[in-house]
């Protein structure tokens, strides 16, 4: 069964699954990396920082941390455990 993962508010430009396949990290235009639980599609995070577009998105290889890269130039690592 398809999920539909209801969230950002503009284009998604990546998505990446974790290492174990149980969390989805998505990139959007919206400016607003998100993390969703793979299994039923619930929004796990919202992370808020970029000023740009995010074009790339990739994660660790233990889930402890993922980063962002976006069009204001930055590339961003958050903190997954928090």
């Given at each position: 069964?398809?999920?539909m993962l209801h969230g950002?508010?503009?284009a998604i430009t990546k998505i990446k699954y974790?290492?174990?396949g149980d969390l989805i990290f998505s990139a959007s235009k919206?400016?607003?990396p998100n993390v969703w639980y793979s299994l039923n599609g619930e929004r796990l995070g919202t992370f808020?920082?970029?000023n740009g577009s995010i074009w790339c998105i990739d994660v660790n290889w233990d889930t402890t941390r993922f980063m962002s890269g976006?069009?204001?130039n930055t590339l961003r690592i958050w903190d997954c455990q928090t």
């Open positions: 069964k398809p999920l950002h508010e503009r974790n290492r174990e919206d400016k607003k808020n920082g970029h976006s069009g204001d």
